[in-house]
């Protein structure tokens, strides 16, 4: 006889989605904190912001590139830690905040949080602005959101290949069209410290930074099927489509992030153990 399990992020879920984000039960792993949310409870919050009064809110996806990246750039570590919403995009990263003690429900990537938001969004005709990724995949996905989601505004587009110069006028461009969010497909740390830098300056309830899902929803790149990403091993599958890329990144970017939140819990663990003694 099958007996369900109460569920331990019940609480937090409930004062996550009542009120503003507090850091109140957040997972930590090094030095950054992360939301206990599932998807579902992530796009629920994106979603009551949209709905809110125009404050800006900064959803940071963090994977393990990013944490490592964290270590050696000031301004990415920074950004990250201003995010409003701070979800695990990575198995790893999941399974490395259960070893230290401190676990998330589940992952919660950028690709999937995007599109449930576009779902979600639909019926409630939000806006939307796309910016990123080459000239051609940006169009092409601002017509395929208007196709998949009836009811979806894009209220603007453009790609990411822009000078500094240009900045100021890309922020005016999405005042002006007035969406309720923003989806960044800028790789990192570019996508972070950008958003924390004009978050203010956009009047964008929910900015949420997807990285290369731009491509993916877009149709311009194939994602690992739903079982190889069920069981962690996406990434198995993009070092499989491009592997002259990919190798060198994960080769050298996992064994980092592996090192790094090892020795980290450790020390966390006899920490633990030193303040415990009588």
């Known amino acids: 006889m099958h007996t369900s399990r109460p569920n331990q992020f019940a609480s937090l879920r409930d004062a996550r989605l009542e009120g503003p ?3 109140v039960g957040r997972a930590e792993l ?56 701070i ?5 790893s990263v999941v399974w490395a905040l259960k070893a230290a ?25 939000l806006r939307v602005y796309l ?19 009836p009811g979806i505004v894009i209220a603007g587009f453009r790609d990411g290949y822009f000078k500094p110069s240009e900045h100021e006028a890309i922020v005016e ?20 410290a950008w958003c924390q830098r004009h978050r203010e300056r ?8 997807v990285g290369g899902s731009f491509d993916v929803h877009a149709g311009h790149v194939k994602r690992a099927p739903r079982l190889l990403r069920s069981i962690g091993m996406e990434w198995s599958w993009r070092l499989m489509m491009e592997p002259r890329k990919m190798w060198r990144r994960y080769l050298k970017t996992n064994s980092e992030f592996i090192w790094m939140a090892g020795r980290s819990s450790i020390s966390r663990r006899l920490g633990f153990l030193e303040t415990s003694r009588p």
């Open 202 to 209: 956009l009047d964008v309830p929910v900015i949420l930074g």
């Open 131 to 149: 910016l990123g990724a080459r000239a051609e995949v940006v169009a092409e996905l601002a017509r395929l959101c208007q196709q998949r989601y």
């Open 87 to 91: 979800v695990a995009d990575g198995m």
């Open 21 to 23: 984000s507090s850091g």
């Open 30 to 85: 090094l030095n950054l904190e992360f939301d206990p949310v599932t998807m579902e409870l992530a796009i629920a919050r994106c979603i009551q912001w949209c709905e809110a009064p125009r404050a800006p809110h900064l959803v940071v996806t963090a994977n393990s590139a990013v944490l490592c990246m964290m270590k050696r750039d000031a301004d990415l570590a920074a950004a990250c830690r201003a995010g409003d919403l």
């Open 173 to 192: 461009e999405i005042r002006r069209a007035r969406p309720h969010m923003l989806f960044v497909g800028m790789p990192s740390p570019f996508k972070e």
């Open 101 to 125: 003690g401190t676990p998330v429900p589940e992952r919660v990537t950028g690709v999937d949080l995007m599109a449930g938001l576009l779902e979600r969004g639909a019926p409630k005709k």
